[in-house]
């Protein structure tokens, strides 16, 4: 599967750069990291299962484009998961595992000298877990840990919870070129027992008809988002760096 996240700057990719470029790099104590935790799932819009991690892409990509030259920061590449059995929901991993590898991701990038991390989430099925790790990180780490939610900034998947699945659709349009596919009819029931209501697979969605209309407005739904996501990574920049705690210790800040 193609990575939508490769469009970002290479200045800003951790991937693009070599091991003597790290250590050439000023204020790494300050450097914000940007995990994309992304999840591939049927949302119910006739999209790809890469749906996610393209919203991801387009408004991360404008984002970095308003905050050029003001932040530093780095951008890894995306943790795919989904941490539920549901039907429109693919490649799950149990929570353990799911914690076990933002835990490693976490770790190494702290032993490479960064104490800012800031993950971005789309999946809502993962905020909970998302939520959990970066507590927990906190504790083990001592470094300062951001979450994100792509609800957060206007682009709600939830099937129930979300007031703007249109918007959604509109940007997709914009991110795709072209209309949705027919999307498909549940098929069978779910995991009921998973959590609280019952989300076997989000109600089908269509497009409207005007190509061009629809692209021009999600163009501007990814903007704002893309304009919201700034003013946070603005804020996380401006914040005055916490007391380093003592890996493991909730209660004592480190001496420095």
Not at 165 to 172: F, L, N, Y
Not at 173 to 188: A, H, N, V
């Given at each position: 599967?193609p990575?939508?996240?490769?469009?970002?700057s290479?200045k800003?990719q951790?991937?693009?750069?070599?091991?003597?470029?790290?250590?050439a790099?000023?204020?790494?104590n300050r450097?914000?990291?940007v995990?994309?935790?992304v999840?591939?799932a049927?949302?119910g819009f006739?999209?790809?299962l890469d749906l996610?991690?393209?919203l991801t892409?387009?408004?991360l990509?404008h984002a970095?484009d308003?905050?050029?030259?003001?932040?530093?920061?780095?951008?890894?590449?995306p943790?795919?998961f989904?941490?539920a059995?549901y039907?429109?929901?693919f490649?799950g991993?149990?929570?353990?595992s799911?914690?076990?590898?933002l835990s490693?991701?976490?770790?190494?990038?702290?032993?490479?000298g960064f104490r800012?991390?800031?993950?971005l989430?789309?999946?809502?099925w993962?905020?909970?877990?998302?939520d959990?790790?970066?507590?927990?990180?906190?504790?083990a780490?001592?470094m300062?840990?951001?979450c994100?939610n792509?609800?957060?900034?206007g682009l709600?998947?939830h099937p129930d919870?979300?007031?703007?699945r249109t918007?959604i659709?509109?940007a997709?349009?914009?991110i795709?070129?072209?209309q949705?596919?027919?999307?498909?009819l549940?098929?069978?029931a779910?995991?009921t027992?998973f959590?609280?209501g019952?989300f076997?697979?989000p109600p089908p969605?269509?497009s409207?008809?005007?190509?061009?209309?629809t692209?021009?407005l999600g163009?501007?739904i990814i903007?704002r988002s893309?304009?919201h996501l700034?003013?946070?990574l603005?804020?996380i920049h401006?914040?005055?760096?916490?007391?380093a705690?003592?890996p493991?210790?909730?209660?004592?800040p480190?001496?420095?």
């Amino acid at each position: 599967m193609p990575n939508p996240l490769s469009a970002i700057s290479s200045k800003a990719q951790w991937a693009d750069l070599g091991t003597t470029d790290f250590t050439a790099l000023p204020r790494r104590n300050r450097t914000l990291i940007v995990l994309p935790v992304v999840g591939l799932a049927d949302w119910g819009f006739g999209r790809p299962l890469d749906l996610e991690e393209n919203l991801t892409a387009a408004v991360l990509n404008h984002a970095l484009d308003q905050v050029a030259g003001q932040i530093d920061l780095l951008v890894l590449p995306p943790q795919r998961f989904v941490a539920a059995p549901y039907d429109h929901a693919f490649f799950g991993m149990d929570v353990e595992s799911t914690g076990a590898a933002l835990s490693e991701l976490a770790k190494s990038i702290h032993a490479s000298g960064f104490r800012r991390l800031l993950f971005l989430n789309t999946s809502p099925w993962n905020e909970e877990i998302i939520d959990m790790a970066a507590r927990d990180l906190r504790v083990a780490t001592g470094m300062e840990i951001f979450c994100i939610n792509l609800a957060g900034i206007g682009l709600d998947l939830h099937p129930d919870r979300s007031r703007n699945r249109t918007d959604i659709q509109h940007a997709a349009s914009f991110i795709y070129g072209k209309q949705s596919d027919e999307p498909r009819l549940p098929s069978r029931a779910g995991l009921t027992w998973f959590r609280p209501g019952r989300f076997d697979q989000p109600p089908p969605l269509s497009s409207a008809p005007d190509l061009e209309a629809t692209m021009d407005l999600g163009q501007r739904i990814i903007t704002r988002s893309g304009d919201h996501l700034s003013s946070l990574l603005r804020e996380i920049h401006a914040r005055p760096a916490l007391p380093a705690l003592k890996p493991g210790n909730a209660d004592s800040p480190q001496s420095d």
